[in-house]
């Protein structure tokens, strides 16, 4: 197992051990973050994920959303509100969350731990920014 993997394991674990149920996005991200993550970019409805950790890039391949040929939902920025609130009200399992941002026309989304911000893509190009709170580990 690489340096990367063995750390973002740790990180993941750690983050997960101490997350609160409300608002426990901007704690995973800082416990990652203070373990050299800077990026996480994710393919849904694949669920593929792509780390960019300061030990190299790590992806990590999830339970897929659907399977076959499907067709991409419109772009739905209220939607997609919805699912964010949801999520941070600590309302919705991870991969509730995951369904419903598809089902709002996500189809990507990236983390950047060091600026502090979600960027969500629709597939017509669409996309919607929003930033998460610095938090104390």
């Not at 340096?3 to 051990?17: F, G, P, R, V, Y």
């Not at 089902?103 to 017509?124: E, I, L, Q």
Request: hydrophobic fraction near 40%; charge should be negative.
């Amino acid at each position: 197992m690489s340096k990367a993997i063995e750390n973002l394991k740790s990180a993941q674990q750690q983050a997960m051990a101490g997350r609160p149920k409300v608002g426990g996005f901007p704690y995973l991200a800082e416990t990652l973050r203070r373990e050299g993550v800077t990026r996480n970019l994710w393919s849904l409805p694949a669920c593929q994920s792509l780390y960019l950790t300061e030990e190299g890039p790590v992806m990590m391949q999830g339970t897929p959303l659907v399977v076959g040929m499907v067709d991409v939902p419109r772009f739905d920025h209220d939607a997609l509100i919805v699912a964010l609130r949801t999520d941070q009200a600590g309302e919705s399992t991870f991969p509730e969350f995951l369904m419903a941002a598809w089902k709002a026309g996500v189809v990507s989304y990236d983390v950047d731990f060091v600026a502090r911000n979600v960027t969500y893509y629709g597939a017509g190009g669409e996309s919607y920014v929003e930033s998460y709170p610095a938090t104390t580990v």
